[in-house]
């Protein structure tokens, strides 16, 4: 899932989890979210010989709101341009996967179950599941190419 700016909205952090998938257990980032939103979504699958395609229409924001609203997140990746909706100088760049998150900051975000308010510009998010939340794609566009 890629966006030219994601907004995570009372996200909390659980820490690194195992889950199983298709490809056998991965380690993953576990959040938990009020609300997502998304500018420019462009989302891509692998399906047997293809890769299958989802974008919003350009300029739209994708939305995805409701109860229990869970990311298993391989990788994190985006610009930071705000936390707790205070801007930020777009000098921080975040790569966050599960080999890369400092213990003690896991540790004690997990434990605390801060909410957090976080946007990033030019994001990536590599996800292994999600669970909960309904996703609207203003102007969705479906198409698949060769892998």
């Given at each position: 899932?890629?966006?030219?700016?994601?907004?995570?909205?009372?996200?909390?952090?659980?820490?690194?989890?195992?889950?199983?998938?298709?490809?056998?257990?991965?380690?993953?980032?576990?959040?938990?979210?009020?609300?997502?939103?998304?500018?420019d979504l462009k989302m891509s699958v692998p399906v047997g010989p293809?890769?299958?395609?989802?974008?919003?229409?350009?300029?739209?924001?994708?939305?995805?709101?409701?109860?229990?609203?869970?990311?298993?997140?391989?990788?994190?990746?985006?610009?930071?341009?705000?936390?707790?909706n205070l801007p930020t100088p777009p000098v921080l760049r975040l790569?966050?996967?599960?080999?890369?998150?400092?213990?003690?900051?896991?540790?004690?975000?997990?434990?605390?179950?801060?909410?957090?308010?976080?946007?990033?510009?030019?994001?990536?998010?590599?996800?292994?599941?999600?669970?909960?939340?309904?996703?609207?794609?203003?102007?969705?566009?479906?198409?698949?190419?060769p892998r």
């Open positions: 899932m890629k966006g030219s700016r994601v907004a995570l909205h009372d996200l909390v952090f659980h820490g690194v989890v195992t889950v199983d998938t298709a490809d056998g257990p991965k380690r993953v980032l576990k959040f938990s979210a009020g609300s997502v939103t998304i500018r293809q890769i299958q395609h989802i974008d919003g229409a350009p300029g739209s924001t994708s939305t995805l709101r409701g109860d229990g609203i869970t990311m298993y997140v391989e990788s994190l990746t985006g610009t930071l341009s705000s936390i707790e790569h966050l996967t599960p080999d890369t998150v400092p213990e003690w900051l896991y540790d004690t975000l997990g434990d605390l179950g801060l909410k957090l308010q976080l946007s990033l510009d030019d994001a990536d998010i590599d996800q292994a599941g999600q669970t909960g939340g309904k996703l609207v794609i203003p102007g969705i566009h479906g198409y698949g190419t």
